[in-house]
DNA sequence: GCGAGTTGCTTGATATTTGAAGCAATCGGT
DNA sequence: ACCGATTGCTTCAAATATCAAGCAACTCGC
């Protein structure tokens, strides 16, 4: 779902709607990546996007995570780590119990097929970004690593921050 | 689903893959602008960040749109497009007709209904994005337009120049 | 004009995602 | 220890999205 108002047919006028204009190239740039790298995992290793994020989380959380941490880390939520996990159970990939602590709470780790697994679809997805992200040069990256840096910053008081 | 390799737990090291830690960026920032708007969508007017991205393509493209271009531009598969054509139909959003030069192809354009429906929810979905991107300045805000306006680019030839 | 390839779109089976509701375990006083 | 919130997760139904066929309507070259 793309809004894009770039090419000619745009109805925005000037200089008004900057930010307008600058979230419907993030969103169209966003989501061509994703596609790209989710069709690159679903043809190499019959995975996908999502599967590949909750792996990576496991991956540097070595003691593994609670679903509800899953779900705020992915930004998905509660109901869909709960059908990514039993997924990924089944394919052997994560493992899960019960906290010592909180017999409520599960807590999932990858197993060492999960981490073989990530670990070659990592390699694939790192070379495909380079790639895609090629034509900006490093310094360019690094500008806008830490323009988003603001956003991203901005995001965690929106809703108490109107 | 969010990659978000930025806390302290991460795993990357150093200078080296600035490509994927901008992405990882870039995709948390989208995704999270993503839930507010979608949110917003659906709790101020019962639609969806889907439905406005499809409606936003045939707002400015008064003749109409076969759904493969509709497809195209949203970035979706054809048979989502369909169905989403078929429930903004029902809903009495868009019109379609059967094309005069093919007979297989469909025109689809707003009908009076969408076009209120779609101005009232772009008001509200440009005053949301303002306040979202607020913390950059406008100069920044440039910047990585431009930025983006490279990344773009570059991936038009994906595909085809590996 | 004809038949082999395209194209434009729909279908149907699946996969994924969401949102709300439900259940059990834990917590905070009391 | 007991009760009413709260928390952690699952479940279920419904909404979306994807992919692979499938079908009809075009196009071309002959």
Redesign the pocket.
Known sequence: ?ILRAEDPETSLRGEEHESLRLWLRLFTCTTMVE?EV??ML?RAFGS?L?RFDLLAQLHRAPDGL????LSERTL??????????A?LQREGRVSRRV?SE??????VRLTASGRRHFTAMARAHESLIERLLRPLAPSERQTMYTLLGSVKQGLRHVRTDP
């Open positions: 779902m596609r989710d069709g679903k996908s999502a609670r679903m509800t941490t998905t939520t509660n109901g869909n780590v709960t059908w990514l996990v997924a906290a909180d017999r409520r709470a599960a807590v």
